[in-house]
């Protein structure tokens, strides 16, 4: 158990539709990034967010958004869904101070999307 | 774009063989490359390489940085069915960006 939670494990929905996917990191931690993976392009980044910034934006599409809060919890927010969309995503944490190397990422179990 | 490039795809080999798996980048700024395991779900952490820290070992588990070639190596000897999984190599770079590699899966048979 790496410490960081991702809900809902699974989701099925329809092409059109938003969900919003949650990640609480590791106690501590005050980054979290989120990432994509699907069968044909392995883990593609999103986004990292640094004690409630946005630090860094990967391949993220503007259908795409998402917000790191106070308690320093995450969303990912999907809308518009398309049937490519399809994926797990990940969230991670790290201690990192936000400008220095990345160490270890601790990764969550993943949200698994199915869009119909 | 930044790259990483992972190789072989995919490798099958037999319990008690030793293997080699690949990770080339060019992404600016290099800070760190990390490798990690992925069985089921979530990756889990192997090892970090930095400038400062170019081989590392554990167990059955050795990786080394080459700075000048660009590339990275992880070496499992004597595997077992357990080591069975995808191992992905990602670098990170100034500015918090960590990029994954497509991956290698194993597969040890028995």
């Known amino acids: 158990d790496s410490g960081v939670t991702q809900t809902p494990k699974h989701l099925i929905t329809a092409t059109g539709q938003r969900v919003t996917l949650r990640c609480s990191p590791r106690s501590g931690d005050l980054s979290v990034y989120w990432y994509q993976q699907s069968l044909d392009q392995g883990l593609q980044f999103l986004i990292h967010y640094y004690n409630g910034e946005e630090r860094a934006k990967g391949n993220i599409l503007e259908r795409f958004s998402a917000q790191q809060f106070p308690d320093l919890h995450s969303e990912l927010n999907l809308s518009s869904l398309e049937l490519g969309d399809s994926a797990l995503y990940f969230c991670?944490?790290?201690?990192?101070?936000?400008?220095?190397?990345?160490?270890?990422?601790?990764f969550g179990e993943g949200s698994r999307l199915t869009v119909l | 774009e930044d790259k990483v490039v992972q190789s072989p795809l995919s490798l099958v080999v037999h319990e008690g063989d030793t293997v080699t798996l690949n990770c080339s980048y060019e992404v600016t700024n290099f800070r760190s490359l990390l490798w990690y395991k992925q069985e089921k779900k979530a990756p889990t952490f192997l090892f970090m390489l930095t400038s400062s820290g170019i081989e590392k070992k554990s167990g059955r588990l050795s990786s080394i940085l080459d700075k000048k070639e660009l590339s990275s190596i992880l070496n499992i000897t004597a595997t077992q069915t357990g080591d069975s999984a995808i191992y992905l190599c990602?670098?990170?770079?100034?500015?918090?960006?960590?990029?994954f590699g497509a991956g290698t899966i194993l597969r040890v048979k028995s």
């Open positions: 991670a944490s790290s201690p990192n101070t936000g400008g220095l190397v990345i160490g270890e990422l601790f």
């Open positions: 990602a670098v990170t770079e100034y500015g918090n960006k960590l990029v």
